[in-house]
């Protein structure tokens, strides 16, 4: 698995935001490991309701994609963790949460992200084709609605986009070797056209 540009550098090399992605990213490993598309996040609280710092950030949720696991659309990563930091906090109100994800949130979880009033998120790999923080829209700031979240892109961009890259090369892997086992099988239909080595064309 390919480390990043980060690959050698130390903990203490990391900036506080670089240190809560690669959590989110370890995340994302334990969706790789179930098959599915390895998407992590965990929430940090940095504020009190009343604004006031909290000496030191603490992860209250983590989630990861189990979306094919749970059967379920609800399953994403940033709703799993949503669901637990309400439980941790005992309150539907993230104000004061920073999410730290890493992929950019779908429309349905910049949703709930919004829902929550989260004070901030934090993505690494942006989603062209599916993205709700400013690739198709930008739900998390739209001013319309009464809430937006601070937003930062870019952190640990490439570590995020290449476990996503490397999950879909090795999807299409094995799907090719089904396809050649598929070929001494004349009477199967066999699809055409394979989308090409992006995640961006996945059905994220
Ligand atoms: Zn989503």
């Known amino acids: 698995m390919q480390e990043g540009p980060y690959k050698n550098a130390g903990a203490q090399k990391l900036t506080p935001d670089e240190r809560f992605m690669k959590l989110a990213i370890r995340e994302a490993r334990k969706a790789y490991r179930l098959g599915e598309t390895p998407i992590g996040c965990v929430i940090v609280r940095t504020h009190l309701y009343d604004g006031t710092a909290l000496e030191e950030p603490q992860v209250i949720a983590r989630g990861y994609n189990r979306r094919n696991t749970e059967k379920s659309t609800l399953a994403h990563a940033e709703i799993k963790a949503i669901a637990k930091a309400a439980r941790v906090l005992q309150d539907w109100r993230l104000e004061g949460c920073t999410m730290y994800v890493t992929l ?16 901030r998120v934090v993505i690494g790999a ?11 829209f930008n739900l998390l700031q739209e001013p319309a609605f009464n809430h937006q979240a601070e937003l930062t892109t870019g952190v640990l961009q490439e570590e995020c986009a290449g476990l996503l890259t490397g999950f879909f090369s090795e999807v299409r892997r094995k799907k090719a070797a089904e396809k050649q086992q598929l070929t001494e099988m004349p009477t199967c239909r066999r699809r055409q056209n394979e989308p090409e080595n992006d995640y961006d064309q996945a059905d994220l």
Request: proline share 4%; net charge positive.
């Open 104 to 119: 950019e949130p779908c429309q349905m979880c910049a949703g709930a992200l919004v829902q929550a009033r989260i004070s």
């Open 126 to 136: 942006m989603n062209r084709k599916a993205g709700c923080a400013g690739s198709v």
